[in-house]
Each structure stands twice: as C-alpha cells, then as structure tokens.
C-alpha cells in the first residue's frame, strides 16, 4: 500500500511541535517550582528578622533620628534627599526608601525590617530569571540563586535595616541584567534605554553598582556570547571595540558616580588620607581582603558587622599566602578559559568587589560582608559551572546534586544562626567582641547597648575599653560622655564632650550636648559658646538651635530666641518642647495667634503636654499673659 509523503511529513512536524510545546511547557513548570523553592529558603531564613528591632549601628543615622526620614515621604524630604549627601554617601532613593517605611510603619521595627525581607526575595528571583534565561541552564542558576539566597554573608544586608542601600542598588542591578538579556536578544533603543535607566536607579540608590559596565562586557563574552563563542572562528560575533562603544554611556555615568562619592567621602571626612594609608600597605591589604572574603565564602565563621582596620600592613605571610592564592586562581581560570564560565565569574567577583575591597580607605574599618552581595554571585556562577556537561553520567551527575543540595543545606543553617545575632544591638555587639581583637567599634556599640538598657556601670566599663584601643576615637567619646551624664558625674561628662568635639569639629552632637552639662553646671555663658560651636559645625542642628534658643529667651533676649526655635523647628518641626518654647516667647510678646498655633501644635505632637493645653487655653481665652511662670528649666534635649 502507497504512504502518502506529505502526510506523513505533515504528522512528523506536528509530533515535533507536540514534544517542543510539552518540553517547554515542563521547562516552564521547573522555573515556577524553583522560584516557589527559593521563595521558601529564604523566607525560612529571614522571617526571623521581623521580630528584630533597631540597632545602634547606623540605623539612628538613617532612620530613627533622622527628622527628614521620620517625617516621611514629603516633597521636602524628596528635595533634602537629592540636595545632600548623607553619611558620606549620595543615596536619595534610599533615604526616599527609609521615608516611605516612616510613612507607612512609623518605628516600628517590623515593618523595616520586611521591606528589607523583600527586596532580597526579588533580588533573589530576579538572579534566578536572569540567568536561566541568559544560559538556559535552569539547574545551575537555581544553584547560583540558592547560594545567595541564603549565604551567611548576605545575613548582613538583609538584616541590618541601615544596609537598605545595598539591596535597593542591588535590586536595579538584576533589572538593569533583565533589560540587557533582551537588549542583547533582539535589540532596540528602547530596550537599551531601559537598561540605562535602571542603572541611573542603581546609582542612586548605592554608588556599588558603579562597576556594571563592566559586568556587560563580561556577559558580551559569556553567556550571551555577543563576541562569538570559542569554537567559532575570529571575527564571528562582534568586536570588543564595538560592544565597548556600546557602553560608552554607562561609563560616563559610572565615572560620575565615583566622583560624586569620592566628594561626598572627602566632605564628610571618611577618605582616610594617602599620608596616612601608603600605597604599599593599601596594596597588600587589598590582597589579603580579597583572599579573606574567599575564605569567609567557603567558611563564613567569625562574621563581624566590623573589621577594623589594624594601621599596619597585615604581616608578610598573610601577603604573600593571598598573593599565591589568587595567582593559582588565575592561573586555573586562564587554563580553562575555553570554559568561558569560569572566566567570567573570577572576573565578576574581582571586578564587582573592586569598589570596596580597600584600595581607598574609608573610615576606619577594612571591608564588610555587604559589600560581598553582589561580588559573591561571581564566586557562584564558578561553582555552578565548575564542573563540565556530565549528560552521559547520570550518576555522576546525581552526585553533584546532592552536593549542591548539601552546600545550600549547610549555607541555611549557618545562616539562620547569623541572622538571629542581628536580633538586637547588644547580642551584635557581643558576637563582634567575641571573634575580633581590638574591635573599638564593637566595644563602643556594646557599651551604648547596655547604655540603652541602663546598665551604667557595665556600659562604662566598655566604653574605657574601646578608648584605650583606640583613644582618637571621637564617636567613643561622644557615647562615654552619655554614660557619664547618665551616671551624674558631670565634669567627666564635660571632659569627655569636649574631647570629642576637639578630635572631630564636625561631631556636633558633641558641643551641643557640652552646652547641655555646662548648663546643668551653672556655666550659662560657656554653654552658649558651644552650642554656637555645634552650629558652625551643623548650622541645621535642630537641639543646638533650641536650646540656644532657650538660653537667649531666659536672658530676655526674645527676638533672638525666637530666630532660633524657629530654625530649629524648620530643621525638625517634630519636637514638642520646641514648639512650646517658641509659644512661650511669642505669648510673652503679645503674638496670641502664633502663640496658639504653636501651642495646638506641641499639643498634637504630644498629647499629654499639660503646659501646653494650658498654654492654649491662655492663648485663646481672657487673662492672656498673666501666667509668668519661667520657661521649662534645662535643655531641651542631649543627643545620644
């Protein structure tokens, strides 16, 4: 019997259209799987976090003593953001991210703490999507993704609220990855234009991301294979000169972002000077941090929130082991370079880690485990592609499964230990103390936690600790001083304000709460002195102002005084006392309405403000002026 050729090719191609739509529609299902998988990993890890509170490392900064953060997401704020750098860096759409928490969970811890949560879990998704669809290896960018899900770390960018820059940064990054994979699919000017934005994003939200041009090219190379893969001969994919071009812009605005950080570092006194950090002992401390994250990788013990920097070059066996380390590395990677992966990967680590591995020192520590999380992803990416296609062996390959399925297992349970040390500022402190040596930073953190919890004594005891490591330590003094005032020895309190404010003239906080002791000492006119030097220093220091302000109105100086809590509420208008003071002095001046409105206003702030209730009825009702009782005695407020 006759076959009919075309039917039978007519059912050929639909059976192959069958099984390419039942491979893709499994493929799919794996991919929803995995990301079901790692959304449980990590929220298995971090849900903890939501039970953490505020610590006092960095997070007053940012976000609990900050009056434009705590005002929340206000045209203002937006405006204070773009305007001026903060801590040293230029991070605006972070510090509009802290706004935002403020506005919808207040301080309450929790809800900081889940947006944080869930910025890593898009992070980690985003990971996930990016890669299977660049390599199409569904498997190993599970793996890639599972690691930095849940590494121990990347506890600290997660669970440390202040660290919101580098998830933020982060989270335009794999964007910005997302937009490129498709850019260099099927091109377009808008797809490259989406890519550019997300970058500009990244940027401002953390400057780390400034090393994402050079992530491109990288991915050029492997896994997008845009400069032609190995077996293809010269000259098949494009030149590297013109995939360079490409990224022409990215370069512009990454060489922007290093010059507006390294201003904004130098404005705020965080480049430790050349003079004092020589080339030599920068360079070998750059060889010894990279080779230590690669040790905290493979065997993350002894995490610090703190690696201090010693002032010395790190020993000559310490130099040399980290040279020959990552010399054999290299060596190893250059000999497999058919494997793109691997190359790709090294360089990922080496490159991305660039930025912050130490080579310009700020402030005074080394380095810090969140600037591993997007330099670890390199370190993965090697892991996961390490070991060549092993199709034939399925046994073989069913053990590399269950080893990966262990490192993650391990990295879990690691993590879940780290993360709870985060719970608050004393159990991080302590860890830090724990398993570093002379850690004045730890030792200070800890002295202010047990501050915090009214243990004086203890907290003294600490502090002394720190400052006989590290005596030029302004902050150290700053937080001594607190614990003496708290402890009522005032001349210390004073000695150790005024040492503070010596070592750092832009320390502020510490002349204006010199004018607090030296008011409570009588030595009103001194008091005046150095809240004036509070504000040369900060001249939007909202307490120097009020309390400056109250020093003048008790003198009888009411002009002036009112110029001073005026500025002092446009600099923070949360402040009740304030209010009251500066409705004390316009009362006082025969100004009723203003008297009353700023009365309502200490009032709304602080509804149990009994003086102020009776201030406003004065204000609004018969016999106004009469009361002649004197403005609230002491300052309005020390900073600690």
Partial sequence: MPV???TSESRGIAQSQTAGALGESRRRAIVYAVCAGLVFLTVAVFWQTR???FVNFDDTEYVTRNPHVLSGL?????????????????IPLTLMSHMLDCELYGLDAAGHHSTNLQLHLLNTLLLFLFLSQATGSVWRSAFVAAVFAVHPLHVEPVAWVSSRKDLLSTLFWMLALLAYVAYAKRGGAGRYGLVLLCFVLGLLSKAMVVTLPFVLLLLDYWPLGRLGAPEEPAGAGRSLWRLSLEKVPF???????????????QVSRFIVSSAMSPLSQRLANVAVTYAAVLRRTLWPVGLSPFYPNPGHAPPAWQVVGALALLGFISAAVYALRRRRALTVGWLWYIGAFAPAVGFVRIGSFITADRYTYIPLIGLAIMAAWAVPDLEPRPARRKALALLGAAIILTATICALAQARVWRDGRALFARAVAVTENNYVAEDGLAVALYEEGQYKEALAHHEEALQIAPGYARGWFNCGNTQLALGDLEKAAASFAKAAQLDPSLADASNNLGNVLCDLGR???AADAYRVALRADPRHALAHANLGQLLAERGEAVQAEEHFALSLAADPRQPLTHYLLARVLEQQGDLDGAALHF???LELDPHFTQAAEGLTRARGPGVGQDESPLAPGPVSSVR
């Fill in 74 to 90: 206000t045209w203002e704020g937006i405006r204070w953001a773009f305007m001026h750098p903060h801590f040293g860096n230029w």
């Fill in 524 to 526: 009103h006119e001194q």
């Fill in 600 to 602: 309502g206003a200490a």
């Fill in 51 to 53: 039970a953490f509170r």
């Fill in 251 to 265: 370069f512009i605005l990454s060489g922007a972002a290093v010059a507006i950080t390294f201003w904004t570092q």
């Fill in 4 to 6: 009919d050729k075309s």
